[in-house]
């Protein structure tokens, strides 16, 4: 079971990046897929998530500049990141959960991890 997270990089503030979480030995799409961030010096949170239904979530931070998709076809998950700004700095990770999907996913309720990828916006 592996989840395998790329697309980061180095964007100016206001750039778009799309990230991309490929699932190798199981179907995302019996999961929910989950994409969370830790910034230097912070604590992990929780950023996107949709749901095994299509039903996505946001938290205020990101809602209206990030958008979760999936392609089940490609066993694959997506994080269009717009309007990023220096506070999006972070280590990205995806994820995938069980969970029901009204739920907001902890670090604990977290089946896979994927490794993290890079972004940094500069100013």
């Known amino acids: 079971v592996q989840l395998q997270a790329y697309g980061g990089g180095l964007v100016q503030a206001g750039d778009s990046l799309r990230l991309s979480c490929t699932a190798s030995g199981f179907r995302f799409r019996d999961y929910s897929g989950d994409w969370f961030r830790q910034a230097p010096g912070k604590e992990r949170e929780f950023i996107a998530r949709i749901h095994r239904s299509g039903g996505t979530q946001y938290p205020d931070s990101v809602k209206g500049r990030f958008t979760i998709s999936r392609d089940n076809a490609k066993n694959t998950i997506y994080l269009q990141m717009n309007s990023l700004n220096v506070d999006d700095t972070a280590v990205y990770y995806c994820?995938?959960?069980?969970?029901?999907?009204?739920?907001?996913?902890?670090?604990?309720?977290?089946?896979?991890w994927g490794k993290g990828t890079q972004v940094t916006v500069s100013s």
């Open positions: 994820a995938a959960d069980r969970l029901v999907l009204s739920a907001v996913p902890r670090d604990r309720d977290v089946a896979f």
